[in-house]
């Protein structure tokens, strides 16, 4: 049960860093004349979304293989 909360945790960080990573490579400020001063915090909201989204799916699909050993018993 610690292991797997633990491998959680460390999955949603990987996918957040991903994530922003991604974002930070798009260079959205380019798309402005004058960049808002609130566009980094942007760029971690949309970050933090993105992993967490990215990650539960991952996390999801992981589990559902898991659960595939039950059809051959």
Avoid at 43 to 50: D, P, Q, R, S, W
């Amino acid at each position: 049960m610690g292991i797997k909360a633990l491998i959680e945790i460390i999955v949603q960080f990987a996918f957040v860093w991903l994530s922003f990573a991604a974002i930070q490579g798009m260079h959205f400020e380019r798309f402005f004349n004058r960049p808002p001063r609130t566009l980094p915090l942007l760029i971690v909201l949309l970050a933090t979304g993105l992993g967490y989204l990215c990650a539960t799916f991952f996390l999801s699909i992981l589990s559902a293989i898991g659960n595939l050993t039950y059809l051959i018993r």
